[in-house]
């Protein structure tokens, strides 16, 4: 009776867990963002990047850095190099079988002569026997990191889907400001030639002579500017596709021609869901509470378990010409730590520490991702009428230029007023390509910090998760 109650007592133990209950922590961040968003439309997470970007030659070049990032690459194999330790994790669970030869020699207890014996058969070597789910709180664990890597991955895919796309449109913006710059070039090369020859009969002042040269000087260094800025550009292009783009390479479009889909940011709890990087720091934390009930269970006996099994012999030949016997060993073991001088103390603290620490992480993953996603909502409302304010200066300043054309030409405005007018004019447009480019590069951020940009397919998805 006693036996049976032990056994069963036993077996209740073996059932169940130290790892503490897992509860996710509260948001520490308002339940609302603070700026407005569309109400209607596709969720970013949901909304693959292959239908919100439309420009073929962008999708292209995401497909080429989806296929050959070198970044991306290290994080599909750090996937697999997680799923590796998980597989080492589950193994340490089941006992190892190897096939071994023994040897011993010892005095024989009845006589005291020195007696020789050899064994070889199927042997198992210091099994743990996981009553108290030490083991099983490691494999557990084990499974976290690798979710967590795998969402790391995503994480690496989403913000390289918007850093090519940010990269493709700066190089955009670089062709429309280079074909800006050589214009205006153009123009004021030709007002310097014409004031010169009225300088020289005359006609103008060096005043007004000086005042072209430079105008016309500073066109050469814009051009030098944007002409390096483009190069730059191009090389991080080439870098995120993991290939060489040529140096003539042209994105076939316009600035105004662009168009980029408006997703709903919804609440901060769904963005939560969204984005891979929140989902690697909670796998993360559920791991370091996996750790905490490994670290009890050190605390408890460990039961480990040697044995063997096969042919028996006190000669060497004896084994493999039938003289042996069959024979087998059963060596159980149970340590129970008494004095450790306070290593799995500091062992449990340590884990319970590592718990905090992931913590604090997870919630910062929390507050950093509502930043993102705030700042890309208050950057869509001021650049909108930036935007539109920036059009108007553009179009007065042109008006303007043109005006100033007319007076000069008619001998009423001095080349003072007209070559002012050019001035203003490339400036104003300069701003308004450029306003343009950060309206459509926080769209991308946007996008992302709503969590989308990823596909399972998109990268090769790598081996399937093991089971919790």
């Known amino acids: 009776m006693r036996k049976t109650a032990l056994a069963a007592a036993v077996l209740a133990l073996a059932g169940c867990s130290f790892i503490p209950e897992y509860q996710r922590p509260d948001a520490p961040v308002p339940g ?10 596709t969720p970013a997470a949901a909304l693959d990047w292959q239908a919100f970007f439309a420009d073929a030659r962008l999708k292209q070049l995401i497909g080429a ?11 599909l194999l750090n996937v697999e190099q997680a799923r590796a330790q998980y597989d080492i994790r589950r193994a340490d669970l089941y006992p190892t079988v190897g096939v071994g030869v023994n040897a011993s020699r010892a005095p024989n207890p009845s006589n005291g002569e020195q007696s020789t014996s050899f064994q070889a058969g199927f042997s198992v070597s210091a099994w743990e026997i996981d009553l108290w789910g030490r083991l099983r709180a490691l494999s557990e664990a084990a499974v976290d990191q690798f979710l967590a890597t795998d969402e790391g991955r995503k994480a690496a895919q989403v913000t390289l889907v918007s850093s090519v796309a940010n990269a493709w449109l700066s190089l955009v913006a670089d062709e429309e400001l280079l074909a800006l710059t050589r214009q205006t070039l153009q123009t004021r090369e030709e007002s310097l030639r014409l004031v010169k020859l009225r300088f020289d009969n005359g006609v103008s002042s060096e005043l007004d002579f000086r005042l072209a040269e430079s105008l016309a000087y500073a066109a050469r260094v814009s051009l030098a500017q944007q002409e390096r800025q483009r190069a730059l ?18 994105t076939g479009t316009t600035m105004a021609a662009i168009t980029l889909p ?11 869901v969204a984005r891979p990087d929140v989902r690697q720091a909670e796998n993360l934390l559920q791991a370091a509470n996996a750790n905490i009930g490994a670290a009890r269970a050190a605390f408890l006996p460990r039961i480990s378990l040697t044995a063997s099994v096969g042919r028996a012999s006190t000669q ?7 003289g042996g016997k069959w024979a087998y060993t059963v060596a159980p073991s149970l340590l129970l730590p008494i004095f450790d001088f306070g290593r799995n103390e500091a062992g449990l603290q340590s884990a319970r520490v590592q718990r905090d620490i992931a913590i604090a992480q997870y919630e910062r993953s ?30 007065a300043e042109s008006v303007r230029m043109r005006l100033s054309q007319l007076r000069y030409d008619a001998g009423v405005a001095s080349s003072l007023d007209l070559l002012d007018a050019q001035r203003s004019f490339f400036t104003a447009r300069q701003a308004q390509i450029q306003t343009r480019l950060a309206g459509l590069q926080n769209q991308v951020l946007l996008y992302r910090a709503l969590g989308g940009g990823w ?7 790598p081996a399937s998760a093991p089971a919790k």
Do not use: C, H, M, W
């Open 32 to 41: 609302a963002f603070p700026y407005a968003s569309a109400t209607e439309g």
């Open 65 to 75: 850095a989806l296929a050959n990032n070198r970044d991306l690459r290290v994080a």
């Open 233 to 250: 550009d191009l090389n991080t292009l080439g870098l995120l596709t993991g290939q060489t783009l040529p140096v003539d390479y042209g």
């Open 262 to 272: 408006d997703v709903p940011a919804g609440l901060p709890s769904d963005v939560l």
């Open 316 to 322: 060497l030949s004896g084994l493999f010409d039938g």
């Open 366 to 395: 929390i507050q950093q991702a509502f930043k993102e996603v705030a700042d890309a909502l208050a950057g869509r409302a001021t650049l909108t009428t930036q935007l539109a304010a920036q059009d108007r200066v553009a179009e």
């Open 455 to 461: 596909t399972e397919t998109a990268a090769g998805a």
